[in-house]
């Protein structure tokens, strides 16, 4: 396989964007095209709705509109970045993808399955990740990596939430590798960035057969 669709998951602070950039950075260095992207965001309307989202200014909705705001910047970011890019041989290395709407407004949230499962089917269709690390940390560390993340900026909405909330994620990311074991694949993300990056490439490099890179890699 020349190339592939790789997300990155768990709760807050727990490392996601870092791994995300190691792992390109390892790409790269063998010679991959590559493209790192985010959700919500990666897009110029998706990034629009990104700030919508994490304001806290579609909380008084409710979950099922912020859902399908989360699906409205999914579907922009797949048609404007991630189809093009994996399209062109790149390698698409994105910072959460629809398994975060499935644990944060599906599970933690209590959108209905059938919300979710539709609105999934619709929007990314057949362009699934062909592999899916979720980064796992007690939600205590990782609200306090994140907290020293964002020094004096203030709290995004999902982070501002109670405990008990980033208890739920932890478990439905769980529940989530257990329902998909050929996808998912845990991480344990309490070590150092360069300790996690390796357990993240060893994964990597068993679950893909790297063929010739394509040339004039780039990122």
Known sequence: MNNGFIT???GEGTGKSTQCRLLADRLVQRG???VVTREPGGSPGAEAIRHVLLSGAAQPLGPDAEALLFAAARDDHLRTTIRPALASGAWVIC????????VYQGAAGKVSPQIIDGLERI???PTRPNLT????LPPDVGLARAATRRGTDSVDRFEGEAIEFHERLRKAYRALATRDPQRCVVVD??????????LVWAIVSSRFAFGVPTAGAAR
Request: contains cysteine.
């Open 133 to 136: 690390c979720i980064l796992d």
């Open 95 to 102: 910072d959460r993808f629809a398994d975060s709407t499935r």
């Open 189 to 198: 993300a309490k070590g150092d960035p360069k300790s996690v990056s390796d």
């Open 32 to 34: 991959y095209k590559v």
């Open 8 to 10: 990155f998951e768990g």
């Open 123 to 125: 929007v990314v269709g």
